[in-house]
């Protein structure tokens, strides 16, 4: 039982030591300082491992967060791990290619949101592999890596290892930054066809709202007509058209019988026959009704002041003194 347990324990030791990593373990993958490269049998020159190291680092500022909550920013980390050959023990577990990576992809953890990238690269085994994180595997196409992957083969069979990985490292750096492009406009046409579509009901209720108020003014205007129907009004636009000779004639007529009128009327002693014909009818039989009172009056005075002199005259006989008889 015993021996059981230790040879597990050895077996992860072992498995630890032969996938170091870069993060925390970079001298064992051969690097001077945290990186995201690890080649602990130095296949690479150090000039070119710090290369790719600096394309991986270059990846994660290009690419968009794919994170709910994205720490600093962060695209999407890339991990490339090199070596000659693994063990019997781990192809025993891991039989194939994309198995050894997505198991290098788990253990490094290089996102806190499984948005990273890793690419495996055996070189004696002839074994080059690669595993997306379920958020990278929603808008990245497994067909597309694949097919880049094949593509970048023939530099890993003639020994241009940087090559290879550096091609494979830079064309999926374009294809995400392309998908990740086109994903964002979608979302801004999205709220810019909301925001349409407000504007469009901002200005149809701004209508409305017009209409019904010159609605409700005609409805104030209708009610001023009815309160004021049958009065008349000065200069009325809707009156028919003038007719200047008409016009001319009905003065004219107006004019004689206004003069046969004056002629004809008089009142007692006093006629008036006034001076200007543009006089109205009703203006002069105004004035000769006041006339007419104004000789009545006068009349009534006269016959009062004849009286009050016989009756003075008749006192005055009748009061003779005796003395004088």
Known sequence: MRLLVFLLLLQTVCSQTEFPNPQR????????????????????????????????????????????KCPDNIG?????????????????????GKAISEMIRRRWGLSSCDGDIVILLLTQQNISEFSFGPAVTNIFPQETASKILHDCLPHFETGWYYQ????????FNDVLVKLQRQTVPTFKNLIFGIAMGFGVLLILAITAFIIM??????????????IFE???????????????????EKLRHLNTTDEEEDQETSYGQYT??????????????????????????????????????????????????????
Not at 78 to 91: A, D, P, Q, T, W
Not at 315 to 323: A, D, E, F, L, M
């Open 213 to 226: 108020h010159r609605q409700s003014q005609k409805r104030k205007k209708s009610y001023c007509s009815d």
């Open 25 to 68: 373990e970079w001298r064992m993958c051969g690097m001077s300082k945290p990186a995201f490269v690890c080649d602990p049998e130095y296949i690479l020159t150090r000039g070119d491992a710090e290369k790719l190291d600096q394309i991986a680092a270059e990846f994660r500022k290009s690419t968009s967060c794919l994170c709910p």
């Open 230 to 248: 049958g009065v008349p009004t000065k200069n009325n636009r809707r009156k028919p058209s003038f007719n200047q000779e008409e016009h001319f």
């Open 164 to 171: 290879g990985l550096e091609s494979i490292a830079n064309s």
């Open 76 to 96: 999407v980390s890339l991990g490339i791990f090199i070596r000659h050959n693994v063990s019997k023990e781990i192809m025993t577990k891991y039989p194939n």
């Open 272 to 325: 008036f026959t006034p001076s200007c014909n543009s006089l109205s009818t009703n203006q002069f039989i105004r004035m000769q009704r006041q006339l007419s009172d104004v000789a009545e009056e006068s009349a009534e005075d006269i016959e009062i002041q004849k009286y009050a002199s016989t009756s003075l005259s008749s006192s005055q006989k009748g009061n003779i003194p005796v003395t004088e008889l």
